[in-house]
């Protein structure tokens, strides 16, 4: 009888470790071993960022250890032969040393100039010792041409586990992107560097050849501490990392900019500053920076004034907060007030947004059906999902609990969004024509 009852608790003890191991592994799925992401002398984490002039102009970062003092592109107009050494170009890189958790890696930035536009290069970046692989890729036409781009919402949670999917079915589906836009919200704010981590797993290679467009949203500022004050500073290793035009107000560098592409103006806007005039919390952008209303109102008179002097054809808004949530009592009062009469002013087509974790697509209500423009998008790409409020009506289309890429056509004539799910089933989409009056019409 004794030794049943052991046989008994032997058994159970057993299946108990079995079983909480494999929970372990199960709720740790993303979360790989520090190592996996740590920097060593290869160059790594290398990202295209949106350039100035991008016909003739391509940014290229990249991460290595700060062993690593030096590093530099060597580039040349695509070719196909192996065996015959192309003609190289060279370009040094300056350094970005970013310390984070006692850490200190080095981020590598160059920028490439004079150009040929709507060509293909061939590249690789990293040090006399360890370089990169050879990839691809190509500058913007100089002239109109069609062409379209990504648009991802928050990443944010789970972002191997699942926001991988996402970067990789858009990437697959649509491997000719022009560049790809970042709504905010990219990593977590509790998460360390792996998170960064997680992320350029999830986009391996594309980051290199489709150059990213991102707004910083709330979660890519890290928590310094909770309480008395919350305290909030943007991840350090964004500067490492992004290396975006530098045509935006004073005082957000890096974080607001406008590129113009053929017939299009992108404008990216910095929208955290929801809560920088309470008392519970404070944001800085860096350890000199803190959000203000001074601040605020620099970036407003500097949108008003790349709105009104706009003469592309097409103005597309980027920013993390939405001017309209779609989730219960998250209204953003700020934006609506100082934000909103601009866009209609200045005739903004779309605005694309992030930061409640659903899909949403419409316009203001108060518009009426003409012109109903702008077009306002809500997008969620990561694993993190929440609930639409059902009783807001400027909602035309919603989605819930669902992964979104969407990808933008620009044609001689109209602009059409098109957003799929992670099977490629198409979930929603939308035209703005321009009628020959000329006027713009919203096709739903």
Not at 58 to 65: A, D, G, Q, T, Y
Not at 96 to 115: M, S
Not at 137 to 166: K, V, W
Not at 418 to 440: C, H, N, Q
Request: charged share 25%; proline share 5%; aromatic share 12%.
């Amino acid at each position: 009888m004794q030794k049943t009852i052991i046989s008994f608790v032997a058994i159970f003890v057993f299946l108990s470790c079995s079983y909480q191991n494999n929970k372990a592994e199960n709720d740790s799925f993303a979360k790989q071993p520090d190592a996996q992401f740590a920097a060593s002398e290869y160059p790594d984490r290398i990202l295209q960022s949106v350039s100035e002039d991008p016909s003739r102009q391509i940014n290229l970062s990249w991460r290595s250890s700060s062993e690593v003092e030096a590093g530099f592109i060597e580039y040349s107009v695509l070719s196909s032969e192996i065996k015959k050494t192309p003609e190289l170009e060279t370009e040094h890189a300056f350094v970005v040393p970013v310390t984070f958790e006692n850490t200190t890696d080095h981020y590598f930035q160059a920028r490439l100039t004079g150009l040929q536009p709507n060509t293909s290069y061939m590249m690789r970046a990293g040090s006399e010792s360890h370089r990169s692989e050879w990839f691809t890729t190509r500058t913007a036409p100089e002239t109109f041409e069609p062409y379209h781009f990504l648009y991802f919402g928050d990443m944010q949670n789970d972002i191997m586990e699942y926001g991988s999917r996402t970067f990789r079915k858009a990437f697959s589906s649509y491997p000719d992107s022009r560049f790809m836009i970042h709504a905010g919200d990219l990593v977590l704010s509790s998460g360390d560097d792996n998170t960064w981590g997680e992320w350029f797993y999830a986009g391996g290679w594309s980051f290199q050849q489709i150059p990213s467009l991102p707004v910083a949203g709330n979660s890519d500022h890290y928590r310094m501490q909770e309480t008395p004050v919350d305290k909030r500073m943007l991840f350090p290793q964004w500067n490492g990392i992004f290396q975006l035009p530098n045509n935006g107000p004073s005082g957000l560098e890096n974080l607001s900019y406008y590129v113009d592409y053929p017939n299009l103006r992108v404008i990216s806007l910095y929208t955290n500053f929801e809560s920088a005039g309470k008392d519970e919390r404070e944001i800085y952008v860096d350890k000199h920076t803190k959000l203000t209303d001074d601040l605020f109102h620099n970036q407003l008179r500097w949108m008003e004034t790349v709105l009104a002097e706009n003469t592309q054809l097409w103005t597309v808004v980027v920013m993390h907060h939405p001017v309209f949530t779609a989730r219960e009592e998250r209204d953003n009062a700020l934006l609506q007030e100082y934000f909103l009469p601009l866009f209609e002013k200045h005739q903004v087509d779309l605005v694309l947004q992030g930061h409640d974790h659903v899909y949403a697509r419409g316009t203001n209500p108060e518009l009426g059906n003409e012109p109903q423009l702008p077009v306002y998008v809500i997008s969620i790409s990561g694993g993190k999902m929440r609930e639409v409020n059902d009783d807001y009506t400027w909602i035309s289309k919603a989605v819930e609990n669902t992964q979104i890429y969407s990808v933008i056509h620009i044609e001689s004539n109209s602009l059409k969004l098109e957003s799929f799910d992670v099977t490629g089933k198409l979930r929603d989409s939308f035209k703005i024509r321009l009628t020959s009056d000329p006027k713009k019409i919203l096709d739903h």
